[in-house]
């Protein structure tokens, strides 16, 4: 016997982020001397019940909207998580009910991803890796100085690949030694020594 829980239709899966996890984070910072309605909130779409579910907890609650929900550029393949024009034919898709929508490109937010789970040793995985990106790419353009960031995934499923990557592969490296950047000249437009 088994049980398939249709997160992609059960309204449970909404119901469990308005009513669950909406409180829980508010109640957590609340503790902390803030609240839920002083934050952006930032999330991927995967099935897009927890973006709906924080959406409906905020509005009820605080009476703004203030959950963006992110989205990978279209062709890019995020584990998990939907391109817009993907997201756009399911069940818990509410764009009218977001802050905003806003295709991030993950080949930035790899970077990123090596950075933050391989260097610094950070449990966070793909979809985590494209939030945290859109919200310094929000920060570099001055949209809003206060965010939430729902980090939905970790590194188990990801590492192997992380590990696997090559130390000669310098795509997307953050650093290389001069030596390195000398062998593969051309494939930089600039190189910025600093020390």
Not at 159 to 184: F, M, P, R, W, Y
């Amino acid at each position: 016997a088994g049980f398939c829980p249709a997160q992609y239709e059960n309204e449970l899966n909404v119901l469990s982020h308005e009513r669950v996890t909406g409180p829980e984070i508010d109640q957590q910072l609340q503790g902390l001397g803030h609240s839920f309605g002083d934050f952006e909130v930032i999330c991927a779409f995967g099935t897009g019940g927890t973006s709906a579910g924080l959406s409906r907890f905020v509005q009820r609650k605080y009476g703004k909207k203030s959950v963006h929900v992110i989205f990978p550029r279209e062709g890019q393949d995020v584990a998990g998580i939907r391109t817009k024009s993907k997201a756009a034919g399911l069940k818990f898709y509410e764009p009218d009910e977001y802050a905003g929508q806003h295709d991030v490109d993950f080949e930035q937010a790899k970077r990123l991803l090596r950075y933050l789970a391989k260097k610094k040793q950070l449990d966070i995985g793909e979809s985590s890796a494209l939030a945290l990106y859109a919200v310094l790419q929000m920060v570099n353009f001055g949209i809003h100085d206060r965010f939430l960031v729902v980090l939905a995934d970790g590194i188990k499923k990801y590492k192997h690949a992380l590990e696997s990557e090559s130390e000669e592969d310098l795509e997307g490296k953050l650093e290389v030694t001069l030596e390195q950047a000398n062998a593969h000249l051309k494939e930089y437009g600039a190189v910025v020594w600093t020390h």
